[in-house]
C-alpha cells in the first residue's frame, strides 16, 4: 500500500479532512440507542451521518487524485491507524454527554470556518463539498452551542460536568491550527491557522454566554495529522474495519 | 390541567409539532417530542420530522396549551351536525339551465 507521506499533496489533505470526518462520524454513531433521549440520539446520528457524507465525498476524491485504483472502501477500511490523518480530537472517546458536546462544539467551529474558507477554493470538487456541507456544519455547530449553553448555564452538576468536558476537549484543539506545509496548494487549500481567529471569536463567545472558563491547558496533543494516534484510535478501527476486513468485498 | 406543561418521564415537557410543507399550504400536525425548552424543541423537530426535505417551515407547541374538547362531550358537540343536511351542498338541486356554477 502507498504510504500516505508519499501522496499528492491534494490527495493528502482530502484525506485529512475526510478522516478527521469519518472518525468523528463513528463516534458519534456510537451514541445510537444509548442518548439521553430519542430525540437526542436522533440529533447525534443526524449529525454523525452528515459527516460520513462528507468524508465519502473527500475520501473518494482523494482516492481519484491519487490514481492508485483505491475507492472510499480502500481508504477507510483497509489502512491501519498510522496511515490516518485525522486530528486526534475527533478520535477521543465520547467520555458523557457534556464531553461529546464539548469536542462537537470545537470541532464544528472549526469545520465552519474551514468549509466558509473552502467555498472560494480553486478547486471546484473542494469547493463544491463546501457549499453543501457548510450548511450542515452551521446546524452542527448550532446544535453543540445549544447545549454548551444550557448545560453550562444549567445547574451546579451540570455547569461543572461542561466544563470539565470543555477542560478535557481543549488540548486536542490546537492540532486544529497547526500551520499547513508552505508548499502545499495555495488557493486550493485553507491555511488551518488562519481559521483561527475567527474561531476564537466564536467559541469566546459562546463561553462568556455561557458563564463557562476558557480553559488554558498545559499540554496539547500533536501528530495527528502524520499519522500520531492516541491508543483510541486503534480500538476505533477494529470495530469500525473488522466487518470489511472480515468478508472482503461483501455486499447487501 | 392536571399536568403542568405535560412533562415527559425524564422532566422533559412535550411539544406538538406542525409542518408547513410547501408555501401556500397551511401547518400540519405531525406529531409530538419532548424537549428541555422552545428553542431546542424546534431543533429537535428539524432533525426529527424534516430529515427528507418534508418542509419549509416549523411551529412547535407547548402540548399544554392546547385546548382539546372531552371525549364525554363528544355528543353535544358533533352530534347535531349530522341531520343537518341542508349545511351541506348536495342538499340543493340545481336548476335546470343555471350557468355559472
Known amino acids: 500500500m502507498t504510504a500516505v507521506s508519499t501522496l499528492p499533496p491534494l490527495a493528502a489533505y482530502a484525506l485529512a479532512l475526510g478522516d478527521d470526518a469519518l472518525i468523528l462520524a463513528q463516534r458519534l454513531g456510537e451514541w445510537v440507542s444509548y442518548a439521553p433521549q430519542m430525540e437526542e440520539d436522533i440529533a447525534l446520528a443526524n449529525i454523525g451521518l452528515d459527516l460520513l457524507g462528507q468524508a ?8 481519484a487524485v491519487e490514481g492508485g485504483g483505491r475507492d472510499e472502501d480502500d481508504l477507510a477500511y ?10 486526534q480530537l475527533v478520535e477521543i472517546p465520547n467520555g458523557d454527554f457534556a464531553v461529546t458536546m464539548a469536542r462537537q462544539f470545537v470541532f464544528s467551529a472549526y469545520q465552519y470556518e474551514l468549509y466558509t474558507a473552502l467555498l472560494v477554493s480553486a478547486d471546484p470538487t473542494l469547493a463544491g463539498l463546501a457549499g453543501k456541507a457548510v450548511k450542515e456544519v452551521d446546524y452542527h455547530r ?13 445547574t451546579e452538576l451540570s455547569r461543572a460536568r461542561m466544563q470539565a468536558g ?3 476537549v481543549w ?12 508548499t502545499s496548494l495555495p488557493g486550493v487549500a485553507a491555511d488551518p491557522a488562519a481559521l483561527r481567529p ?21 499540554w496539547r496533543s500533536r501528530g495527528g495529522r502524520d499519522g500520531l494516534h492516541t491508543e483510541h484510535l486503534g480500538h476505533l478501527l477494529a470495530e469500525m474495519q473488522h466487518l470489511h476486513r472480515s468478508h472482503p468485498g461483501a455486499s447487501w | 390541567m392536571s399536568q403542568p406543561a405535560g412533562h415527559g418521564t425524564r422532566g422533559w415537557p412535550l ?19 419532548h424537549a428541555p425548552d422552545a428553542a ?3 431543533r429537535n423537530a428539524r432533525d426529527v420530522y424534516t430529515r427528507r426535505g418534508e418542509g419549509v417551515s416549523l411551529w412547535v407547541v407547548p402540548s399544554s396549551a392546547i385546548v382539546a374538547n372531552s371525549p364525554d362531550e363528544k355528543d353535544p358537540f358533533f352530534d347535531p351536525a349530522l341531520d343537518k343536511v341542508y349545511r351541506h351542498p348536495t342538499f340543493y338541486d340545481v336548476p335546470e339551465g343555471a350557468k355559472h356554477l
Open chain 1, 56 to 63: 465519502r465525498t473527500l475520501l473518494t476524491y482523494a482516492g
Open chain 1, 78 to 87: 483497509l489502512r491501519d491507524d498510522r496511515d490516518f490523518r485525522n486530528v
Open chain 1, 142 to 154: 448550532d446544535h453543540a452551542t445549544q447545549w454548551v449553553l444550557r448545560l453550562g448555564d444549567g
Open chain 1, 166 to 168: 470543555l477542560d478535557q
Open chain 1, 171 to 182: 488540548p486536542y484543539t490546537g492540532e486544529l491550527f497547526d500551520p499547513a506545509d508552505p
Open chain 1, 198 to 218: 475567527a474561531w476564537e471569536r466564536y467559541v469566546g463567545t459562546v463561553l462568556e454566554e455561557a458563564a463557562l472558563r476558557r480553559p488554558e491547558p498545559r
Open chain 2, 15 to 33: 411539544w406538538e409539532v406542525f409542518v408547513r410543507s410547501r408555501r401556500g399550504l397551511s401547518h400540519q400536525h405531525v406529531g409530538s417530542l
Open chain 2, 40 to 42: 431546542m424543541a424546534l
